[in-house]
């Protein structure tokens, strides 16, 4: 079983009810949560601690998300961190703008959490600091 404790999550959503609901669905298996309200504070987030996984809203005041993803991946410290997409959009052209700026999955809400988990299972699999320890 893998140790989750390890891993830093950026959760990161303008709805303080789903930012509580991943938290909580997440830190049963230890994870190291942290939370921002929309892209902007995310960013910042990353600068003090780049983080091994985000999960991304896209609806957000201020900075939403497709937004967040294009500045990650222009940088080359953030280029390679795994995200996983977390939204109520779910048309086929949200989910393929999602993916052609990079993300790494795409989940709509309702989060079901099993799937959930298992999305991030895989994510932090193929990580680059799951593969180098």
Do not use: C, W
Not at 26 to 52: H, S, Y
Not at 77 to 105: H, P, Q, W, Y
């Amino acid at each position: 079983m893998t140790d989750f404790s390890k891993y830093n999550v950026l959760v990161v959503d303008d709805v303080p009810l789903n930012l509580k609901l991943v938290t909580k669905m997440l830190t049963r298996f230890n994870f190291r949560i942290r939370t921002a309200a929309n892209g902007l504070q995310a960013l910042e987030a990353v600068r003090e601690e780049i983080p091994d996984l985000i999960l991304l809203d896209i609806l957000m005041p201020v900075m939403d998300g497709f937004d967040m993803l294009k500045i990650l991946r222009a940088n080359p410290a953030t280029e390679k961190v795994r995200v996983i997409i977390l939204s109520a959009l779910n048309s086929n052209e949200d989910v393929v703008k999602g993916f052609n700026l990079g993300a790494n999955d795409f989940i709509t809400k309702p989060i079901i959490m099993e799937k959930l988990v298992h999305s991030v299972d895989d994510q932090l699999q193929l990580s680059p600091r799951y593969n180098a320890e």
